[in-house]
């Protein structure tokens, strides 16, 4: 029996009206789901305020066991899982693949999370036991983007329930299914009980009836950083807690000891996993001017020989992008960059919604796909003359998520990362990977730090409260 059927797909009406699930790869309808309002938000809010102290209460090896059961179940369900993953986000099978394991990591991880020690004895100044406790937040609000929509909703909501909240998730609706139903169906089959998972699909305005639902007081936000921002904000009005993780530019470094026949592929692979669709996707390759015209040229002949198209019908590198206003934003950034002077070494051409990965040389700072970030399948290559000239080029961004530099010298790699402010650095390797065991965030423009996987986890979703006991009830002077 299939985990997702679209008859029976959603077992309670949503009042936001019907969204059609669409396939960007052909345009193709694949089922109808209903989108949240405001009012469904105020509904499910107080479902899972009161469900949630039953479940804090459950001991931690029953919740550690629904968590593995799910990890289970997205391995069990793979191939129905990659062929959602696959005809509603754009993924590719291998991208499908990584997801689904991930998710079951992020699952087992979890289950972890329930039994970890969580608090510490302190010494105390009256005569009584004083000591720290983490406490679950109660209901947390996850809010999640389609670009990794099965990994980007699962990372907070796995570690949120295991650790005995419950949870109001709301996925793109461009990605309701892999993203959001998909977690829904595999919780219940989990044995989850009814009432902590709610999923509500919708876009902007369910978004912010979850930030100011009162019985919400943390909310897990991924997506774009103006977007982040308007979260953070009214998170902020509501004296509640908000995990930002948001956009990025990632610079890769290749210094001049690189080897540039390993190189490219790892170069290829940061600007193009996924048409570029992720917020680590190197977005800026600073290069050595003595090997940068050998690289410019060798990247633009890896472009050249990838293919792009549907990835259910067919074996290709790269899918579509999720929709013809993301293939506007993409395409209107590479023109207007060889409109101000980018040369135009592969790519730069569409059919539908399948855009060739794009390589563009002698980019400067006022160039807009160097500059700005792009979240499509476009690698912007500069030169730099010193480690000084890189670093400082490397640190020029609004932007802190992810960085790479390639060298022969990994000492003098760790070196250079010292001097260029990110969340997250990789030597030897692209700016795009994600473990469920490592901590995840980015610095300035994208986020508020590392707030997802290991010890975060446990920061992030509950409170730390101080607790005292005395044998005889303490006296005063008065």
């Known amino acids: 029996m299939p985990l997702l059927d679209p008859k029976t797909w959603q077992p309670h009406t949503l009042l936001g009206g019907a969204h059609t699930v669409t396939e960007p790869a052909t345009g193709e309808e694949l089922g109808t789901l209903g989108l949240a309002d405001g009012d469904d938000v105020t509904a499910a809010a107080e479902a899972a305020q009161a469900a949630q102290r039953a479940w804090a209460a459950t001991p931690h090896f029953e919740r550690a066991a629904v968590l593995r059961r799910a990890g289970d179940l997205f391995t069990a369900h793979a191939d129905e899982l990659r062929a959602w993953l696959v005809r509603e986000s754009g993924s590719v099978p291998g991208k499908a693949d990584f997801e689904l394991h991930v998710a079951a990591q ?11 020690p969580t608090g510490q004895v302190l010494p105390s100044e009256a005569p009584r036991l004083s000591y720290t406790r983490r406490v679950p937040v109660g209901v947390t609000g996850v809010i999640a983007p389609f670009n990794a929509p099965l990994i980007l909703s699962i990372r907070s ?14 996925p ?35 978004g912010q009836a979850l930030v100011a639902d009162p019985r919400v007081p943390v909310i ?27 956009g990025g530019n990632s610079a890769l470094l290749v210094l001049q000891d690189a080897d540039l026949d390993a190189v490219i592929s790892t170069a290829a692979w940061g600007s193009f996993f996924h048409q570029g669709q992720i917020c680590m996707t190197t977005g800026r390759h600073l290069v050595h001017a003595s090997l940068y015209d050998a690289y410019v040229e060798r990247l633009a002949a ?7 198209g549907d990835p259910h019908r067919e074996p290709v590198h790269l899918g579509p992008l999720i929709d013809s206003g993301q293939l506007a934003k993409v395409h209107g950034l590479v023109e207007a960059s060889t409109a101000a002077g980018a040369r135009l070494a592969a790519g730069g051409s569409h059919v539908g919604l399948c855009y060739r990965p794009t390589v563009l040389a002698d980019v400067d700072d006022d160039t807009p796909a160097y500059r700005e970030e792009v979240f499509g399948p476009v690698a912007p290559v500069r030169a730099f003359r010193t480690e000084d000239e890189a670093a400082a080029l490397a640190a020029a961004s609004p932007y802190g998520l992810s960085l790479g530099i390639v060298t022969r010298d990994t000492a003098r790699g760790l070196a250079l990362a010292e001097r260029i402010p990110t969340g997250i650095a990789h030597i030897n390797d692209q700016t795009v990977n994600d473990e469920a065991v490592a901590p995840f965030g980015g610095i300035a423009a994208s986020g508020t730090g590392a707030r997802f996987g290991g010890e975060s986890n446990l920061e992030a979703f509950t409170e730390l409260r101080w607790t005292t006991v005395r044998g005889d009830a303490a006296t005063y002077p008065f």
């Open 220 to 246: 897990s936000f991924t997506g774009s950083t103006a977007a982040g921002r308007a979260v953070g904000e009214a998170a902020g009005r509501h004296l509640k807690r908000a995990h930002l993780e948001l």
């Open 172 to 206: 793109d609706p461009r990605t309701a299914v892999c993203g959001g139903l998909a977690l829904g169906a595999v919780f219940a089959e989990a044995g989850l009980p009814e009432g902590l998972l709610h999923v509500l699909p919708g876009g902007a305005a369910t």
């Open 157 to 170: 909501v796995a570690p949120a329930l295991a650790l005995g909240n419950a949870v109001l998730l709301k």
């Open 106 to 116: 992020e699952c087992y991880e979890a289950a972890a999370l329930a039994s970890r």
């Open 302 to 308: 890896k472009a050249d020989s990838l293919a792009v």
